[in-house]
């Protein structure tokens, strides 16, 4: 084969190359989450990070998660307790025990205990109301969650600084 032929077929073979594992960054590319800090099992993406203000904080400060305005609130329990706590709108939790609204951090919202659910260990809590829809009149049901936010660790900071790896069995 003459040498410019077999030179024109390599450069077409790494030009090839370049543009498949291009594509298949691309298709493995997924938001970030957040992570269970015990486990590493996905709880939340970033995006579904939401304010939720409660009259019921001891206080409450800002923070930038995955590029998100996060509202953190610290709450205190009947223990007593206190948890920085920050809300999404669903993450992937097993929740433990029946509803309660007793001493609910957020008033007309019964709570139940969410845990990490491969590990088992508690994460935060889901919070549910029935509320009137503003557009439809109708009861619909809302929920959302309340994380602890030194439960967590986000997948951003987890690959780029500490390189552990997502652990999955
Ligand atoms: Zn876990």
Known sequence: MPFRIWILL?????????????????????E??????????EIAKGSSIIRKKSSMALSSFNLTVMNNDCLVQLFENGVPEQFDVFT???ADLA???KPTTA?????????????????????GWRFEANVID????????DSFDGLVL???????????LTKV????W
């Not at 001493?103 to 088992?120: D, I, R």
């Open 32 to 41: 970030p989450h957040l992570l269970c800090r015990m486990c590493g099992h």
């Open 103 to 123: 001493l609910s951090w957020f008033p007309g919202y019964a709570w139940t205990a969410a845990l990490c659910p491969k590990c088992g260990v508690h994460l």
């Open 165 to 168: 790896p997502k652990l999955s």
């Open 88 to 90: 999404v709108t669903q």
């Open 150 to 160: 030194d439960f967590l660790l986000s997948e951003e900071y987890s690959n780029s």
């Open 10 to 30: 390599l450069l077409t073979h790494q030009l090839v190359s370049t543009v498949y594992s291009a594509t298949q960054c691309q298709s493995h590319k997924h």
């Open 134 to 141: 503003s557009r439809s009149g109708r009861v619909v049901k």
């Open 95 to 97: 929740l433990s025990g």
